[in-house]
């Protein structure tokens, strides 16, 4: 199963959220959604989810068009940082109603999640705290049995132990029940670890679509004495430099070189995803421009 967006665009007003964006959920993994505030991650998982209309573009699954289809909207969860339900719903009757409309939604399952997470029952969904009402949608997403999982900011006004339980239920999920998972975060060390395929968005466009490792291979990093690393350093690109005492780190562009090429006194690493995220954000050596700039 897959979800494929054909030449996806929308304004609000005079801004363009999302400007001719084209790809493809599927194949059972976890993705990995990431981008600066405002460049438009929340606007796309909504036109996936039918609750925006694309001024241009289609959603489909499966080949078939999602808008106003309920049957493909009901393979497809979006937890999101909007609340959809009635503010009188207290928060056992909405997972009653979740179970007729998401045919594989697993109540008992999700009874199980609210204890762990010490989500009371009877309470109003509006009532709850910014942290609990999180873990409320963390409890209905996971408990959906949807193909498709889309998670917006899932972690949002989470203390510690909860987003640890989080990641941890998250594992789990996947392990017990595969599917293709979008997890929309600015968290992005916390998630690196988890994410298999990632998808970059920058100002509305796609800038890089690719598996994370394939991404991290286009750099690396080396630290060591100041003087001794800039020594090295001259006349390769690159891309960051840091500064802690006499020590300097600085991430380059290109395949690592072996230890054994190095001089004593430098370590060569790899570049973790937030590193790599931050430089294609400020870097156009990383390929910052949009996939359809590089077509041109």
């Not at 054909?6 to 964006?21: E, P």
């Not at 009188?88 to 008992?108: G, L, R």
């Not at 987003?163 to 979008?182: G, M």
């Not at 990383?286 to 359809?292: D, F, I, N, P, V």
């Amino acid at each position: 199963m897959s979800i494929e967006l054909r030449n996806v665009s929308k304004h609000f007003g005079q801004t363009q959220a999302l400007d001719g964006v084209s790809l493809t959920f599927g194949g059972q993994k976890i993705y990995g959604l990431l981008g600066n505030n405002g460049a438009g991650k929340s606007t796309m998982l909504n036109i996936i989810t039918g609750r925006y209309l694309a001024d241009s573009g289609e959603v489909t699954l499966n080949g078939a068009p999602t808008f106003d289809d309920d049957s493909a909207l009901g393979q497809i969860y979006l937890l999101s940082e909007k609340n959809y339900y009635p503010d009188s719903m207290k928060v056992k009757d909405a997972i009653k109603w979740a179970s007729i409309f998401y045919p594989n939604f697993d109540v008992a399952l999700a009874g199980q999640l609210a204890e762990r997470f010490g989500l009371p029952l009877k309470k109003k969904i509006t009532a709850l705290s910014t942290g609990y009402a999180s873990i409320f949608k963390i409890v209905m997403g996971f408990s959906a049995g949807t193909p498709f999982l889309l998670l917006d900011e899932p972690v949002l006004g989470l203390d510690a132990g909860h987003r640890d339980l989080f990641y941890k239920l998250l594992i789990e999920r996947y392990s017990e029940n595969p599917a293709t998972i979008v997890i929309s975060t600015h968290l992005i060390a916390e998630v690196a670890g988890l994410i298999e395929h990632c998808i970059i968005i920058k100002n509305g466009r796609i800038v890089k679509d690719a598996p994370a490792q394939d991404l991290l291979e286009a750099g690396y990093t080396l630290s060591g004495p100041g003087s001794l690393l800039d020594e090295y350093t001259r006349g390769r690109q690159v891309l960051s430099q840091s500064n802690l005492g006499g020590l300097k780190t600085a991430s380059l562009s290109g395949k690592p070189p072996n230890q054994a090429e190095l001089p004593q006194g430098l370590e060569v690493g790899k570049m973790n995803l937030q590193e790599y995220f931050v430089e294609l954000m400020n870097n156009s050596t990383l390929g910052g421009q949009s996939e359809r700039e590089e077509n041109v």
